[in-house]
């Protein structure tokens, strides 16, 4: 496993972005598929967005579609979630994770490791 640490979360008002970095431990960081999942308060986690090793494929959720970019530097060991046009439905700590098998990018259980979560809260 790796260890995942976010951060750049804080509070913006709507219409607003931020970017969030999750910085990884370890020198197989090129070979996880990486990727964002969010959890608001009384409701279920859900998947955000996912790349490959390599960054060449992403995945999104149809809620951020357009408006959130994952991408990753595997040279600094990070991922990165640029988030744009925010609005307050986005409010959610955010949590970044690490998969070193197969499985569908937008399943909890693909990830083999998470992060301890960024609070990101956008005001109407």
């Known amino acids: 496993q790796v260890q995942l640490v976010e951060s750049g979360g804080g509070l913006v008002q709507a219409e607003g972005s931020l970017r969030l970095s999750c910085a990884a431990s370890g020198r197989t960081f090129s070979s996880y598929r990486m990727g964002w999942f969010r959890q608001a308060p009384g409701k279920e986690r859900e998947f955000v967005a996912a790349t490959s090793w390599s960054g060449g494929s992403t995945f999104y959720a149809d809620s951020v579609k357009g408006r959130f970019t994952i991408s990753r530097d595997n040279a600094k060991n990070t991922v990165y979630l640029q988030m744009n046009r925010l609005e307050p439905e986005d409010t959610a700590i955010y949590y970044c994770?690490?998969?070193?098998?197969?499985?569908?990018?937008?399943?909890?259980?693909?990830?083999?490791?998470w992060g301890q979560g960024t609070q990101v809260t956008v005001s109407s």
């Open positions: 994770v690490a998969a070193r098998g197969v499985g569908l990018p937008s399943k909890t259980e693909t990830y083999d490791s």
